[in-house]
DNA sequence: CTGTTAGCGCCTTCAA
DNA sequence: TTGAAGGCGCTAACAG
């Protein structure tokens, strides 16, 4: 004896169009034209239809609709970790381009790893998302265009622009520059750096501004006062005691993320050390956090709510065939606030 | 002329399966069954289709998979907001649960609005999710139940238990209580509590938990002491600030959230007063960043990665069709670190 | 072992 | 204005 052999779904909803339409005594074609807006139908098959659509509370099947039209009014996300404060912030912002545009993102998570981002990018693609949208990671420039022959992609942390490709990076060579320079401004010159993980192109950016800031001031780079540190608290926690330890004096440490800041603090609160009093911080990122921690802190802030957006609005104009451009390219700023002070 | 309609994508890839069949001079139903093991298939076939679709890059269209089987091997998740670090903790062990198992998690916001989230829940249904996570959030009993017609639904912070819908709390008077008892432990007797957003049943909780062991330590209850936070770190700062213009002293708070009891410490900074030497500060939750303050923070430890990951293994045995239960029910901790020390 | 036949639920010509 | 027919890409009987 044949049984249903539908699987758990369903046990209580979701009509089909069809059913639909036979309860309204109409074609399947009328109900979808009235589903679809566009051509005119008579009001009172409109009538009947809408009455049955609420009756048997019909819902279109997306992937059906998807399907057939080819299109499936959905956005690969690839993010390297879901728990990151600072993709968060992005994820704000695609979310907020998105809304009302019909589209939805579909998230998934890379991990800093090269394959397993290549591999979520294929997932997504197989689930025909009609647009990908990449957050940093590692992938080349090559793998990423290879992505592009199958849908239009805009990257951000790379650099890249093709017919079907836009990337941007914020200049983080200029970031570092910008902390430092505060610093100096502020009349350090012992500047320590805690970099990030030199293997990521943003953290050697840093460095870099901050040696041409150094540079600059005419105060001679001192590399025992730089030591690597990986974006993570811990890596700050770490490094800041390697600094303490190594016995070079500084009066100000340049962190290369606020993660890593707060790991510093914390190490230097450990030894009774007082920020800014007896040494000024400065982070970057501003996470949202940082404007709440005891006392406030000093960072370079990336808009990455805007980043989001900025990538978001590109992609969903991409998707119309609009050539690849970014509105703006956000900006860096320098937010002043508690854990710096002027020397003396 | 007519000319190809189709949208951007494809411009380079994306064979369909029936192109690999003819390619490799078979019928689709072998390559079908190629593609998902199962059947034997001579040698031969098997390395001819293997090699078209290695030449034409072919990746299965998990839409038409989807339509065709009646599964999307995709979980709706419904977060409240994908900025939240609480939030992300979850989705990670979800991540984690959905591992290897194929499913893929599909992640909307509905922002703690019962229309919200009730709105994203049905877009979620329309794009045919096997089953349905919903974290905390404004929906009452009833709408989940009917959104348990459709698919299975696990919820958090919900209470309910049929045979489609499964939803558990952490105990949250408990972790009041635990907080408050913690306090009165190292001598506290004067205890503010800055609770959370007093519409949530957790708010409500935790104010009954802190009251319970006031109660058991015979520790007269002062509602001067009790001010309301929104469980937001300006929220924290603002009643901390109250607490202290009312001029009722005291040595210790509990705030209702980590988020919350960030801000409080903020306020007290800034007036000078120092924690843990001057006031003993604990929060709730446990956020990621708490091991990073400085002082690190005190506070009652909720296990969001397992409530994650064991709502996603229970859903993921609902869509097998087995009856809806939890592994266990992950519990509260107190986690003592530095913002809380004994009086005197 | 393998091909043929039918759809999954929907949209879109094409005719009427 | 409306319905019939065909097909998006794939899988699952059912024959051979």
Redesign the pocket.
């Known amino acids: 004896m044949?049984t249903k052999?539908k699987p758990a779904r369903d046990a209580g909803g979701s009509a089909?169009?069809?059913e639909?339409a036979r309860a309204a005594?109409?074609?399947?074609?009328?109900?979808?034209?009235i589903?679809?807006g566009g051509?005119?139908?008579?009001e009172?098959?409109?009538a009947a239809v809408e009455a049955a659509i609420a009756a048997l509370n019909?819902?279109?099947?997306a992937?059906?609709?998807s399907?057939?039209?080819?299109r499936s009014l959905t956005f690969g996300v690839l993010t390297q970790s879901v728990d990151s404060p600072f993709f968060a912030e992005t994820l704000l912002g695609i979310e907020a381009a998105l809304a009302g545009t019909g589209y939805e993102p579909l998230i998934a998570s890379g991990h800093w790893n090269p394959q397993e981002e290549a591999d979520r990018l294929r997932r997504l693609l197989a689930r025909q998302v009609d647009g990908l949208i990449v957050l940093f990671g590692k992938l080349s420039n090559d793998e990423l265009q290879r992505f592009a022959l199958h849908v239009p992609v805009v990257a951000t942390g790379h650099e890249l622009r093709s017919p079907r490709a836009l990337a941007f990076r914020l200049d983080n060579e200029l970031g570092g520059y910008m902390a430092t320079r505060h610093l100096l401004d502020l009349g350090h010159r012992d500047i320590a750096h805690i970099t990030g993980d030199l293997a990521h192109a943003d953290a050697v950016d840093r460095l870099a501004g901050y040696r041409r800031a150094l540079a600059e001031a005419g105060v001679p780079y001192d590399e025992r006062l730089v030591v690597q540190g990986n974006f993570k608290e811990p890596g700050g926690v770490m490094a800041a005691n390697r600094l303490l330890d190594a016995g070079v004096p500084f009066t100000a440490i340049f962190a290369a993320n606020d993660q890593t800041a707060y790991g510093a603090h914390l190490a230097l609160y450990r030894r009774g050390i007082r920020v800014p009093d007896d040494i000024s911080l400065i982070g970057f990122d501003d996470l949202p956090s940082s404007l709440y921690t005891t006392p406030p802190l000093t960072t370079v802030r990336q808009p990455m709510f805007d980043v989001g957006r900025l990538a978001a609005q590109a992609l969903l104009r991409m998707v119309e065939g609009e050539p690849a451009t970014l509105d703006e390219l956000p900006e860096l700023s320098l937010v002043v606030r508690e854990t710096t002070r002027r020397l003396r």
């Open positions: 044949k052999s089909t169009l069809l639909v005594g109409v074609s399947a074609a009328t109900v979808s034209r589903l679809n051509a005119r139908v008579s009172a098959k409109r019909f819902k279109p099947n992937l059906a609709q399907l057939k039209r080819g």
